[in-house]
Nanobody
Framework: QVQLVESGGGLVQPGGSLRLSCAVS????????MGWYRQAPGKERELVAT???????NYADSVKGRFTISRDNAKNTLYLQMDSLKPEDTAVYYC???????????????WGQGTLVTVSS
């Protein structure tokens, strides 16, 4: 089995910064594309940013220029650097990854449990 655990959420003032982490553990052979999603109260879950194994990134228009997605393959960890935070960024942030397992050999799409980010003064 494979598990994803997010961390780094918390309370931050508007204009501030925060970095989220997503650690992947389990029977991992390699990790394919990874991404961050978020869900605000009363809203549907939406894509924030994705990153491929080749390093290509994609961002939602609402976070372009403010958020940066990155990954450390040696640590099996995904990051989201959030700068110039706005109150509308308040949401539960979820990590997602496509994982190739070792034994048995298979491909899994896995989600983390989420971490809460609150932007308020």
């Amino acid at each position: 089995q494979v598990q994803l655990v997010e961390s780094g959420g918390g309370l931050v003032q508007p204009g501030g910064s925060l970095r989220l982490s997503c650690a992947v553990s389990g029977s991992i052979f390699s990790i394919n594309a990874m991404g961050w999603y978020r869900q605000a109260p009363g809203k549907e879950r939406e894509l924030v940013a994705t990153i491929t194994t080749g390093g290509s990134t994609n961002y939602a228009d609402s976070v372009k220029g403010r958020f940066t997605i990155s990954r450390d393959n040696a640590k099996n960890t995904l990051y989201l650097q959030m700068d110039s935070l706005k109150p509308e960024d308040t949401a539960v942030y979820y990590c997602n990854a496509g994982v190739y397992t070792t034994w048995p050999s298979r491909y899994l799409e896995v989600w983390g449990q989420g971490t809460l980010v609150t932007v308020s003064s």
